[in-house]
């Protein structure tokens, strides 16, 4: 039976992550907290971040911009786009 947690970003009982998503304490805090379809989206929202910005992932600048901007996303409900963001042509 799949692990089901309290999604602090979609406020809805969900099916929790099948593991942390990387080690330490805030992997295990988005492992209780956030769902997998939460994270799905997080990570969607994360490549758009990554491509707008054109960070690179070795760049410790862009590790922590794209740390606080998973918490504002998963945490605390602000899911604002990038400045001078155009969303795709259907």
Request: net charge negative; hydrophobic share 40%.
């Amino acid at each position: 039976m799949a692990k089901m947690v309290n999604c602090v970003k979609l406020g809805i009982e969900a099916e929790g992550l099948d593991d942390a998503p990387f080690p330490g304490a805030k992997g295990l805090e988005i492992f209780e907290n956030v769902s997998k379809l939460a994270w799905k989206e997080w990570l969607a929202k994360q490549t758009m971040l990554i491509n707008e910005n054109k960070l690179a992932s070795f760049d410790p600048k862009a590790r922590e911009f794209l740390a606080n901007e998973r918490t504002k996303f998963l945490f605390e409900g602000n899911n604002e786009m990038p400045e001078g963001y155009v969303p795709p042509k259907a």
